[in-house]
């Protein structure tokens, strides 16, 4: 792979005319991680998956914490920013349309961040387990942008507040948001797979 400023895999599509999907892995993932789950959810398509930069004790992540759900906002700002460059640089060297991304986790927040921060770098985003990890001042311009928000009613890592405020944001910003919370905790079910395929399959 070439260097694009992440550790990456890049795997060409097979079939014409469907979106790439940025992957982007939850804490301790890597870059192999959601590549099963990209192929299963929309087959054939292009898969761009980063890992991320920050390193927790060893696992990777894709920016800094002081604390479960503490984020550190400085360094949140300056890895989105790093993502958006490098999602730039992968669309030039392999030729790609304006990815969605598929975030898991970890991967859900910064995604959520790159749509509060940098919405062009994104044609849509399936958020899977996600927060709001800043509150936007002022609020993007995310008009008719498609974001499928998945939770789990019974998820200890992302609390209520939060997840809803996500929501709200996204609303408030124009996004064109479905948002399920899911009889689930943390970790993916059939059912978030059943709701994702679909909504991938549409936005084509
Ligand atoms: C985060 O740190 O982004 C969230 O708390 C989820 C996670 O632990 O990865």
Redesign the pocket.
């Known amino acids: 792979m070439p260097d694009l400023g992440f550790i990456h895999r890049f795997i060409p599509a097979t079939r014409p005319g469907l979106p790439a999907l940025l992957l982007l892995h939850?804490?301790g993932g890597d870059e192999n991680d959601l590549i099963p789950l990209g192929e299963r959810l929309l087959p054939g398509a292009a898969l761009l998956s980063a890992r991320g930069q920050v390193s927790e004790n060893g696992m990777a992540?894709f920016f800094r914490?002081r604390a479960?759900?503490v984020?550190d906002l400085d360094d949140l700002k300056a890895r989105t920013l790093e993502l958006a460059e490098f999602i730039a640089r992968a669309r030039d060297a392999y030729g790609l349309a304006a990815p969605v991304a598929l975030g898991f986790?970890?991967g859900a927040?910064i995604a959520a961040s790159l749509l509060l921060t940098e919405p062009a770098a994104l044609k849509a985003a399936l958020l899977l387990?996600a927060?709001l990890p800043f509150e936007p001042q002022p609020l993007p311009e995310l008009a008719g942008k498609p974001v499928l928000l998945l939770s789990g009613a019974n998820d200890s890592?992302?609390p209520a507040g939060p997840r809803d405020r996500l929501a709200a944001v996204l609303q408030a910003a124009g996004a064109d948001l479905v948002h399920k919370i899911l009889p689930a905790g943390h970790n993916l079910t059939p059912n978030d797979l059943a709701i994702a395929a679909p909504w991938l399959e549409q936005l084509t």
């Open positions: 939850g804490t992540r914490r479960q759900g984020f986790s970890n927040n387990r927060m890592m992302i």
